[in-house]
């Protein structure tokens, strides 16, 4: 009985981190516009749609890359290395290492 009740606990926790990480990613991406907006969509879709995708510190991984805030963070910085070009040469190194072109 107590083994139930702390997995039905588990489960409702668990759906209420994933709305709240899914409400995170999609409340940065209204708060996008234009070019940005498309840029954050591609980051998205590399690292959570593909089976092979890199991370900000040019890592390759394998297998899909599921939503977390851990993620989240992580696409945040690959946006901003796409976005900005404050750094250049860290931009540079990433798309390279990436693959990206």
């Known amino acids: 009985m107590e083994k139930k009740l702390t997995q039905e606990m588990l489960a409702t926790a668990s759906k209420q981190y994933n709305?709240?990480?899914a409400a995170t990613?999609?409340?940065l991406r209204n708060l996008l516009a234009s070019k940005p907006q498309t840029q954050w969509d591609r980051v998205i879709r590399e690292m959570h749609e593909r089976d092979l995708w890199a991370g900000p510190n040019g890592k390759k991984?394998?297998?899909k890359q599921p939503k977390g805030y851990?993620?989240?963070l992580d696409c945040?910085?690959?946006h901003k290395l796409t976005v900005f070009s404050a750094d250049a040469a860290k931009k540079q190194r990433y798309h390279i290492q990436a693959g990206y072109t």
Do not use: P, R, T
């Open 76 to 78: 945040l910085e690959l």
């Open 61 to 63: 991984h394998n297998g």
């Open 25 to 27: 990613y999609e409340l």
């Open 70 to 72: 851990k993620a989240f």
């Open 19 to 21: 709305k709240a990480v």
